[in-house]
């Protein structure tokens, strides 16, 4: 069946780095719908940026992904981590007319 | 911003007791997802429904939980013997469409199961 994979539950980085979570999936279909989710403190998810285009770049608030689908992947990555960043980001995978899965989430702290 | 409405907020229930959360989606949003977030943060799929239709639930919410999305009614989702192991933030999500579309969260529900 369907699943994503997050491998880091926790990431950790000084403010001013760059920011790399990993997010690879397993799925039957060709076209899959690719997610990231951001929740932070004490809110509920919200979704930050979404793709089902291999090979294109998608950017949302200073963060951006690629769905590659020869490597079944879709990394988020922003340049330069702000304080604000800190929150649970949750890789996610749809098809068509199918309920969404969720990674288990990576936890992001980014510190002074 | 997310106009899912839900309620309660916190819930307190003891083993056994029957446990009924509500949850509004969005206006014009006919799809609703339920999900249970537990304290390490994983999201586990309850049920989703299209109008009043379920489209797919898992083994434990056919089993122990009963769920209806009523057409001018709020969704419901209700465990009929709660256990310590419900203790969770129950999250309900509305959309347009299955698969592309945004999901859009309310608030949860946290309930605690003493």
């Known amino acids: 069946g369907d699943s994503v994979t997050q491998t880091e539950g926790l990431v950790t980085l000084t403010e001013g780095l760059p920011v790399m979570l990993n997010c690879t999936y397993q799925?039957?279909?060709?076209?899959?719908?690719l997610f990231w989710y951001v929740q932070h403190l004490n809110e509920s998810p919200r979704l930050l940026l979404k793709?089902?285009?291999?090979?294109k770049r998608t950017e949302h608030q200073g963060f951006h992904a690629t769905l590659h689908k020869s490597s079944s992947s879709f990394h988020l990555q922003k340049s330069s981590a702000q304080l604000s960043d800190s929150a649970l980001y949750y890789c996610?995978?749809?098809?068509?007319?199918?309920?969404?899965?969720f990674g288990d989430g990576t936890q992001l702290v980014v510190k002074p | 911003n997310s106009k899912v409405i839900q309620t309660p907020r916190y819930l307190v229930k003891g083993q056994g007791q029957k446990a009924k959360m509500r949850c509004i989606p969005e206006?014009?949003?006919?799809?609703v997802f339920w999900y249970q977030q537990n304290k390490n943060n994983e999201f586990k799929f309850l049920i989703n429904?299209?109008?009043?239709?379920?489209?797919?639930q898992i083994d434990m919410t056919e089993k122990r939980f009963s769920a209806e999305c009523p057409s001018n009614s709020p969704c419901s989702l209700e465990i009929q013997s709660s256990e310590a192991g419900d203790s969770a933030l129950y999250l309900c999500?509305?959309?347009?469409?299955?698969?592309?579309?945004?999901?859009?969260f309310g608030p949860g529900t946290r309930l605690l199961v003493l």
């Open positions: 999500a509305s959309s347009l469409r299955t698969g592309w579309d945004t999901q859009y």
């Open positions: 206006k014009g949003h006919p799809v």
């Open positions: 799925t039957i279909y060709s076209n899959p719908f």
């Open positions: 429904f299209q109008n009043q239709e379920v489209l797919q």
């Open positions: 793709s089902f285009t291999d090979n």
């Open positions: 996610a995978l749809s098809e068509v007319n199918n309920r969404i899965f």
